[in-house]
């Protein structure tokens, strides 16, 4: 499966995820934008119109929420996809279901596979007809 060209903005603090989620997205054809705090992504937020944004929830300077709340401000269009191991205090089911009650249109549990990501990507596009999976 293949999707349009898109430019996806990715917020996460652990290096490895980031370049995970570049590395298999970047495969598709697609641009990525890669940061790790909400404080950065709101810095591209200004700069960037951007299809999909992928956020960690537990993040440094900002976590994935107050991302998520801006997003769905600054650019309603924009499809979210929120992913979270938990925290210390937070178990990351409990951080996913909040996340999904702040607007992300889909949650994905660390640790996950290239499938589950494309898996994820695909609930969080669906609500936007414009970008279809071709087959």
Known sequence: MKLK????????????ICALLSLWLGELGHAVKLVASAKEAAGLLLQH???????????PEGDGLDLIAQVR???????IL?????????????????AMEM??????????????LLAGVEKALAPQSKLVWER
């Open 103 to 116: 607007g992300a249109h889909a949650a994905l549990m660390k640790p996950f596979n290239r499938e589950q």
């Open 82 to 98: 929120a992913i979270s191991g938990g925290g210390r205090y937070i178990p990351g089911d409990n951080c996913l279901k909040i």
């Open 49 to 59: 119109q951007f299809d999909l944004v992928v956020t960690d929830v537990l993040m």
């Open 5 to 16: 060209p898109l430019l996806v903005l990715v917020a996460d603090d652990e290096a490895h």
């Open 73 to 79: 401000h600054a650019q309603p269009s924009a499809c």
